[in-house]
């Protein structure tokens, strides 16, 4: 089953400062580079990060990243579409500032998958993210009308909640105030990342 990540960055950061694709989160790695190494774990054989045109900010952090840029038809269903052209049969749907997922808990979710139009996580009774459809199921969201906010997803398909004890499914970084709260310190960005080439003669 060939499996592909789709990361939702459409923040600008006007609440942080800064765009939540390119704040720290551990180990001088981004959110949305940090994302994408939990999927490949998880066994995702691609990851596609989702941006707003203009998002050079993000691009300029994320030069090895496959980004697609969605403003006119909406994010989401941007990612559905480039994962489809990929050829994927099931696809991940995550948004960027949520990077505190665990790896078993993507695996886990992807081995679930059978019965349903996809999975959703359940901790302690409320869904959060990733969603997980089979293509067929993504293939019938683009179908339908409006725009495709990840939690609408969840509504519209049938979608398997699948019960975790992973907390991370639901943290949701989106202010100041979160970021310091989790990660001890005010927002900051990711280094960037260093500039290839070979090494001046000595």
């Not at 490949?40 to 030069?63: D, F, L, Q």
Request: charged content about 30%; proline content about 6%; aromatic content about 4%.
């Amino acid at each position: 089953m060939k499996t592909v990540a789709v990361i939702v960055a459409s923040g600008d950061g006007a609440r942080l400062g800064i765009p939540e694709a390119n704040l720290e989160y551990e180990k001088g790695r981004s959110f949305l580079k940090w994302l994408s190494s939990t999927f490949s774990k998880a066994g995702c054989a691609g990851t596609i990060g989702v941006i707003r045109s203009g998002a050079e900010a993000i691009k300029e952090r994320h030069p090895d990243a496959v980004l697609v840029e969605g403003d006119g038809e909406g994010l989401t269903r941007a990612g559905i579409k480039a994962a489809l052209d990929e050829g994927a049969e099931a696809i991940v749907l995550h948004a960027v500032e949520r990077p505190a997922v665990r790896s078993s808990t993507v695996d886990k979710l992807l081995k679930s998958m059978d019965g349903a139009d996809g999975v959703v996580p359940d901790f302690e009774g409320a869904p959060g993210q990733p969603v997980i459809l089979w293509r067929e199921a993504a293939e019938r969201l683009l179908r339908m009308e409006g725009d495709l906010p990840l939690a609408s997803i969840v509504q519209k398909l049938e979608l398997r909640r699948v019960a975790t004890r992973d907390p991370g499914v639901l943290v949701n970084i989106d202010t100041p105030e979160m970021y310091e709260r989790l990660l001890g310190k005010k927002p900051t960005p990711a280094p960037l990342p260093k500039k290839r080439g070979r090494k001046a003669d000595a």
